[in-house]
């Protein structure tokens, strides 16, 4: 089965919030060995509420199934030492400390690859490891900013808009977890490992393909848009008696059965709309002419009549009516995982997006903090006296242990 694909694979993960855990999700998805090593207070993602899910937030939670969990205080030497044992024993390691952080651990790729060189290391940063930008801080919002993204989103004329889900974040897990897929399956041919830079700027940029290839032929900035694509027309969102509907008509067999079922046959050859690159340049006269025959139907009656003659559409959906979508629950899109062990909330979110032929996915509970530190100790070698020590030492976490109150990091 896929799911088991990764089954002999460890992974350690020095990673907190978005980025990093939505790379080491996906590996633990597919059967790795995720151990999520935390600093004294959690991950920070558990703080960044709400909403929350029990005690944790749904920021938290989304990202960070199928992991275990070990608090380690970094900064003490029996931290470090503890750490550079886990990544011994491990085939990837992936960081989103900022640039320089795990060198003064002592536990960076080129100190790591010296005793490990099979070792597949992953950082996750904001502007990447190099650089004049390098060892600026970002998170997903500013770099939406950074990267020009922003400046795509929302109406003309309105103030700046972000997507407001993480995209640059979970766009650039996507995109290490392909690396690191990759990195493995070379090191399977060559017994080589890697290094392995991930970065939110890079993977902001890529988000951005279409665009700024098309301002690099001409320099023109794009517009802001709304719904509307820029490349072609109507593919926007218009709307109708009790709503709104999204339409993708612009190919000239579908404007003309658009037109047609309007009731607008009239607009079929008009000059300004004679074809997609006139209607894009004509967009605002094209909406005006359109808009009017739209708000006299249902979305629920257009969209019956569009399906009817083979014009894209879909309702424009919020999430109260997403999950009730019927393609969702046939595909089994959302995950429901419940922790045997406690009395937790039965979760309720994504799953794996990708589907196989053999394919059975068993999702576990994201971990409480440190809740698996006496395990991942006793696997990499330590006695339980020893590890009774670290735990008397604040050196690791105990399981259990009440945190200290939340402080914004520095």
Known sequence: MLQHSLDNITVVDFTQIGAGPTCTMYLGDLGARIIKVEPPNGDIGRELGPPWVGEDSAIYVAFNRNKESICLDMGHEEGRKIAWRLIQQADVVVESFRPGVMERFGLDYQKVRQEKPDIVYCSVSAYGQDGPYSRHAGVDGIVQAASGLMSLIGEAGGEPCKVQTPIVDIATGYLAAIAVLAALYRRSRTGKGIYLDANLFSSAIAL????????????????????????????????????????AAYSPGRWEALCM??????????????????????????????????????????????DGVDILCSPVHDYDSLIEHPQLQSLDLIAKIQDQDTDSPELHMPGFPVRASEMSHRYTYPPAISQHADAILAWAGYSAEQISGFQASGVVRAPGERSPPFQEPQ
């Open 208 to 247: 951005q393909q279409s665009s700024l290839t098309g301002y690099l032929a001409d320099s023109r900035l794009p517009c802001k848009l709304g719904s509307a694509a820029p490349y072609s027309a109507p593919n926007e969102a218009f709307p109708t008696r009790n709503g709104w509907i999204m339409v």
């Open 261 to 306: 079922a309007l009731g607008a046959a009239h607009l079929q050859h008009a000059a300004e709309f004679a074809s997609s690159s006139q209607r894009v340049i004509n967009r605002k006269a094209m909406r005006k002419a359109l808009i009017p025959f739209f708000i006299q139907r249902t979305t629920e009656e257009w969209v019956t009549i569009l």
